[in-house]
Each structure stands twice: as C-alpha cells, then as structure tokens.
C-alpha cells in the first residue's frame, strides 16, 4: 500500500503524462487542464515542472490565470525558490 505521500508525488507524473497523451489524441488542452497539471506538479514539489508548463501554455497560447499562478508560486515556495516566485508574482501583477 502506498503512503499518501507516495501517491501525492505520483501525481504530477500521471498529470504530466495525461497533457501528453491529450496532445497526441488531438485533445486541445486548456487554461483549466494546465491549472490542473501545475497543481499537481505543486503538490508533488516540482517547481520546475510547475514553471515549465507555464512555458508550455505560452506556447500553446493557452491564458494563464490567477489559479495557474498561485499553484506554480505555491510550487516556488515549497521548494524554496523564492526568486522564482517572486518573479511570478511580478508577472502575474502585469
């Protein structure tokens, strides 16, 4: 049986390969799908996956919101990242 941590850092993997298998099926991936993904990625401490899906939805022409935001800020702080999500944060202000 797997611990709740276990399962919580999982998810991110199983979020991440989910937007792959929706791009591939033609699926098109929206604010609300990536907002999903970078929680996930916050949830499981991978800030860095957190902040390169907000590149990804750049590319994509996907529009970022406050969720989106507060998830990778969220992401930063649990990992320390503290420049990064303050970088967010002014970013997110404009």
Same mark, same amino acid.
């Given at each position: 049986?797997?611990?709740? +941590?276990?399962?919580?850092? %999982?998810? /991110? @993997? ?10 591939? =099926? +033609? ?9 999903? !993904? ?5 949830? %499981? %401490?991978? /800030? &860095?996956? !957190? ?8 590319? =994509? +022409? @996907? ?8 998830? =990778? ?8 990242? /503290? &420049?990064? =999500? ?6 997110? !202000?404009?």
């Amino acid at each position: 049986q797997q611990s709740a +941590h276990a399962k919580k850092n %999982g998810q /991110w @993997v199983q979020a991440l390969r989910l937007l792959v298998e929706m791009a591939f =099926a +033609h699926v098109e991936l929206c604010t609300i799908t990536y907002n999903a !993904a970078v929680s996930a990625c916050e949830k %499981g %401490g991978q /800030w &860095d996956q !957190a902040l390169r899906l907000l590149v990804e939805t750049a590319s =994509a +022409h @996907v529009e970022l919101n406050t969720i989106t935001y507060n998830a =990778a800020v969220s992401a930063c702080e649990k990992g320390s990242e /503290w &420049d990064q =999500a303050s970088r967010l944060l002014v970013e997110m !202000a404009f």
